[in-house]
């Protein structure tokens, strides 16, 4: 009797022309993240600008005038990042893969990218934008009422409660249907080792 190697290689068939429009509907999203990436570059362009300004003014300003155009400019860099998280998590998830495994620049999340954890990464990015929104309105009150004051506070902590009910649904949904989320980690480590595995098995009565 002789062992054979398992096949984990799913036999495909061929798609109806329904199913293909729909799964191939998932480029049209790429405009889409075409157009935040100009938008990126327009944050490029505000980020030199205000830096100009924080340069050449640096004689005139005082420290809380400083310490707000600095606060203005880690606001672009978060609003930045953000957009990097939804452009590149986004086409990965969502479109195609990217093909930057391997690559020395590739980020160290994007290798367990999905849907619930972009979802998470997004709300935190979005606290972390809120934050500097308000330490900026604390710094500068005279320009910011008490009603303007305490309605960021409020979307400040709707920002925190969102990203904690995010957290905690996709962790209870990770831990509800752990093989959903284990198997195509298997099968990729099955089929690499089998695809770098030349030595042929040898049969055995």
Do not use: C
């Amino acid at each position: 009797m002789s062992a054979t190697r398992p096949d984990f290689a799913r036999q495909r068939r061929p798609m109806r022309p329904l199913p293909v429009i729909i799964f191939m509907s998932r480029w049209l999203q790429v405009p889409l993240y075409l157009g935040l990436i100009v938008a990126q570059a327009v944050y490029v362009v505000l980020f030199l600008k205000e830096v100009w300004h924080l340069v050449s003014a640096s004689m005139t300003l005082d420290e809380t005038n400083t310490m707000l155009v600095v606060l203005g400019l880690i606001d672009v860099v978060m609003i930045s990042n953000l957009l990097i998280m939804v452009i590149i998590g986004g086409y990965e998830t969502f479109v195609s893969r990217l093909g930057v495994e391997g690559h020395p620049d590739e980020p160290e999340w994007l290798d367990h990218v999905n849907a619930g954890v972009l979802k998470v990464k997004l709300s935190m990015a979005l606290i972390s934008i809120s934050s500097i929104h308000l330490l900026k309105t604390f710094i500068s009150p005279d320009q910011n009422s008490t009603h303007t004051i305490m309605w960021q506070v409020i979307i400040h902590v709707a920002f925190l409660v969102s990203a904690l009910v995010m957290a905690l649904v996709d962790r209870l949904t990770t831990h509800t249907h752990p093989k959903h989320f284990q198997e195509p980690t298997a099968l990729h480590v099955v089929s690499s080792t089998s695809s770098h595995d030349s030595t042929p098995l040898k049969a055995h009565d």
